[in-house]
Nanobody, 125 residues
Framework: QVSLVESGGGVVRAGDSLNLSCKPWGRTYETRAMGWFRQAPGKRREFVAAIAMKAGQAYYGESVKGRGTISRDYATTTINLLINNLTPEDTATYFC??????????????????WGQGIQVTVSP
């Protein structure tokens, strides 16, 4: 079992950028991919982005496509998610995940094995 440490959340203004980071606590961890999801109050958890740790192939959800960039450091099992031009609709709890579904086409589902506790992002108008 691995614990994930998420950082970079907070309160920002519309139009700002935000960088979220995630890494395993205390050690590296072997995982095919790492991903970010988010959940707003009263809504389902939705896919934001994922990245293959060795190949670096990135995938994005519609909500951040064109505004988001996910990157990884394979050696430290760390990912970063930069989201530009934030809007109040980006307000949510953001969750990091590892141990993805076997098929890459399912990485946008919530069937990942291990989740972080989540970090709050609030975008004010």
């Amino acid at each position: 079992q691995v614990s994930l440490v998420e950082s970079g959340g907070g309160v920002v203004r519309a139009g700002d950028s935000l960088n979220l980071s995630c890494k395993p606590w205390g050690r590296t961890y072997e995982t095919r991919a790492m991903g970010w999801f988010r959940q707003a109050p009263g809504k389902r958890r939705e896919f934001v982005a994922a990245i293959a740790m060795k190949a670096g192939q990135a995938y994005y959800g519609e909500s951040v496509k064109g505004r988001g960039t996910i990157s990884r450091d394979y050696a430290t099992t760390t990912i970063n998610l930069l989201i530009n031009n934030l809007t109040p609709e980006d307000t949510a709890t953001y969750f990091c995940a590892v141990d993805p579904p076997f098929l890459e086409r399912n990485w946008n589902s919530t069937f990942w094995g291990t989740w972080g506790q989540g970090i709050q992002v609030t975008v004010s108008p």
